[in-house]
Every structure is written in C-alpha cells, then in structure tokens.
T-cell receptor, first 113, second 114 residues
Framework: KNQVEQSPQSLIILEGKNCTLQ??????????LRWYKQDTGRGPVSLTI?????NTKSNGRYTATLDADTKQSSLHITASQLSDSASYIC????????????FGTGTRLKVLA | ETGVTQTPRHLVMGMTNKKSLKCEQH?????MYWYKQSAKKPLELMFV???????ENNSVPSRFSPECPNSSHLFLHLHTLQPEDSALYLC?????????????FGPGTRLTVT
C-alpha cells in the first residue's frame, strides 16, 4: 500500500535554531517528492520538488534531501524564524499514470521567540 | 496569494441544506482539483478535471457533485451532508496533468456541517 509517513508529528523550537523534518515513503513506482508549507487557514504552498535523480534541493533557508534507495526525505530549516511556524507536508507522486498524489499527515512546527 | 481563489472561506450548513463551493484560477491552467483535508488526516483527492472533463473520481459519495463549466472555474455542489463531512476543502490547479507540473492551492473553504 502506498504510504507517506512523517515525523515528528509536532515540533517546538526557538527562533534562530535549525531543525530537520523526516519523511519516509513506500510509494512505487516513484515519480517525484514535494515538500509543502501550509500556514494555518491557508492552502499548501510548494517549497521544493525532487525527482529520482536529485538528492538535494534548496529554497532559501529550506533544504530538502532525497534518498531514493532508502525511500527517505528530509527537510532542513536553517536559522528558523517566527514565520516558519506552519505545517510541513511531504507529498509523493507515483508514476503509474494515475493522478495519485500521496500526502503525509504533516509535521506541525512552532517557532518561539 | 497563489492565483487560486475560493469562496466562501467559511460555511456552516445543516444536513438538509444545499450549498456550493466555488474555485477560480487566474493562472491559465488546464487542470483543476478538489481535495478534502480533515484534522490529523492526509489530504484526500476527491476529483480531477482536465480541460473541463472529469478524469478522476476517487470514490466520493454522491452527496458531493463537482462541476467544471470552463477551465478557470470549478464548483463543488453539496447536499444532504453528514457531520463527518466537516473539513477544509481545498481547490488546486496545475498547468497540466503531467507529473512534473506544480499544483497551486487556494486558501480553502472551512465547512462545518451541523
């Protein structure tokens, strides 16, 4: 069964600190993996997208990694800011020709001053 | 904002009511999607439209009825809903259905069924 699991479920850090969010997936065949940021009361906004051949991609203070062999991805946030408080969702698209985006349940990050 | 708008932003309805959710995208995209987001659950894909044609219906109950009159507008008609249908309903669009195309989400409609 295609699944995406994220950890931790929630995380609290102090402003200025770094953190890493994890995503493990069992989706096959694999097409791409995306990380989204979802602010409370808003729709998700894309941070990064990675295909099978990519193992690192950065977007400002956000850096995503992908290990297609172990089917793991991480999202590293550097020098966190209060505005980073949000849910971060990992999404995997399979390449079977369907329109299946398999979503994780997200990690809720709270950055404190 | 991402160029995808949704109205209303909040909706409270009784189980016997009929209401509609509206989505409009200003990005010139060809594909549009409806998702349901319940608390502590992953987003669930409900419907997919490409060039106004429905291409995916993910075993959604018939009390949810989508309509896509043109490639910029998408509606979700609701009738005789159940309390468990209370959720955030998100609309998204993408340039096309291909795997590499980015999905852009609207802000969602927070639906409460009483």
């Amino acid at each position: 069964k295609n699944q995406v699991e994220q950890s931790p479920q929630s995380l609290i850090i102090l402003e200025g600190k770094n953190c890493t969010l994890q995503c493990n997936y069992t989706v096959s065949p694999f097409s791409n993996l995306r990380w989204y940021k979802q602010d409370t009361g808003r729709g998700p906004v894309s941070l990064t997208i990675m295909t099978f051949s990519e193992n690192t991609k950065s977007n400002g203070r956000y850096t995503a990694t992908l290990d297609a062999d172990t089917k793991q991805s991480s999202l590293h946030i550097t020098a966190s800011q209060l505005s980073d408080s949000a849910s971060y969702i990992c999404v995997v698209r399979d390449s079977s020709g369907t329109y299946k985006y398999i979503f994780g349940t997200g990690t809720r990050l709270k950055v404190l001053a | 904002e991402t160029g995808v708008t949704q109205t209303p932003r909040h909706l409270v309805m009784g189980m016997t009511n009929k209401k509609s959710l509206k989505c409009e995208q200003h990005l010139g995209h060809n594909a549009m999607y409806w998702y349901k987001q319940s608390a502590k659950k992953p987003l669930e894909l409900m419907f997919v439209y490409s060039l106004e044609e429905r291409v995916e219906n993910n075993s959604v109950p018939s009390r949810f009825s989508p309509e896509c009159p043109n490639s910029s507008h998408l509606f979700l008609h609701l009738h005789t809903l159940q309390p468990e249908d209370s959720a955030l309903y998100l609309c998204a669009s993408s340039q096309d259905l291909g795997h590499s195309y980015e999905q852009y989400f609207g802000p969602g409609t927070r639906l409460t069924v009483t």
